[in-house]
């Protein structure tokens, strides 16, 4: 370890991982919301693709190739904020799906 990096923390309890996949026509509006929510500092994206054998709400093409587009974000969050930030999410948006996951260790290095 040099002197310009701190030392790492031994682990963080109360932090957890929301991940939310949605269609690309919410992506925007998903945008502009979680900018909004003062209690978010931040938040990544990235294109996904979901597979699955339910072929309602795809469309021809998505059940020929198996997959549907996808864009996932991810955000770092309080446990304790965890649950509101959802129902409020269920109140603007229909049809995310959410995985909440805890999270060991964060930072920069």
Known sequence: ????????????????????????????????????????NGFSTTEAYGHGQRPSGMTLLEQVTGRQRRVQFIIETEQSYATTLLELLGQKFVGLHYMVTPLLLSGRL
């Open 1 to 40: 370890m040099n002197d310009t990096t701190e030392k790492l923390p031994e682990k963080s309890q109360e932090k957890c991982l929301v991940t939310l996949f949605a269609q690309p026509a919410l992506e925007e509006t998903l945008v502009d919301w979680l900018l909004e929510n003062d209690e978010i």
